[in-house]
């Protein structure tokens, strides 16, 4: 199923997020400026792009595995979530969890923009619920192997 997400430039340097494979889950998003982010800090990155989703979608803003692996430096409010109402500029929060300070360069891919489906959801308050068999165990509860 296709969908068509209206992208507008507003910085005549921003780049058009891109899926670098055929299939890719993923769309690349771009910095439109050198920004250094000393280490333990964070800085609000912006692509130079607004965008209209389609009704019933979300954007995921995801963090790139190659900056994660190598740098230390992440999508700080991973998964970040622009919802379909938004129209203003795309920013992306990175923080730097490495040592050193992480200078993101201009028109450097700094993450990944996933397009998803949301579902309608209603919520129906109860006195009760059904039981399970996990219950409520969590945090651990399946065990440390």
Not at 2 to 29: F, T
């Amino acid at each position: 199923m296709n969908l068509e997400v209206k992208i507008k430039r507003i910085h005549a340097d921003a780049l058009l997020p891109l899926q670098a494979n055929p299939g890719d889950a993923g769309m690349d998003l771009y910095s439109i400026a050198t920004v250094e982010i000393p280490s333990g800090e964070a800085r609000l990155i912006q692509t130079g792009l607004q965008m209209e989703l389609p009704k019933g979608t979300e954007a995921q803003i995801r963090p790139r595995s190659g900056l994660a692996l190598k740098h230390s430096v992440m999508v700080l409010n991973s998964p970040g979530t622009i919802d379909e109402g938004y129209r203003g500029e795309i920013g992306v929060i990175i923080i730097n969890h490495g040592k050193e300070t992480f200078v993101v360069e201009k028109s450097m891919r700094i993450a990944q923009m996933v397009i998803q489906h949301v579902p309608l959801v209603q919520l129906k308050e109860v006195n009760e619920l059904s039981e399970s068999e996990r219950g409520a165990s969590g945090f651990g509860s399946s065990g440390k192997k």
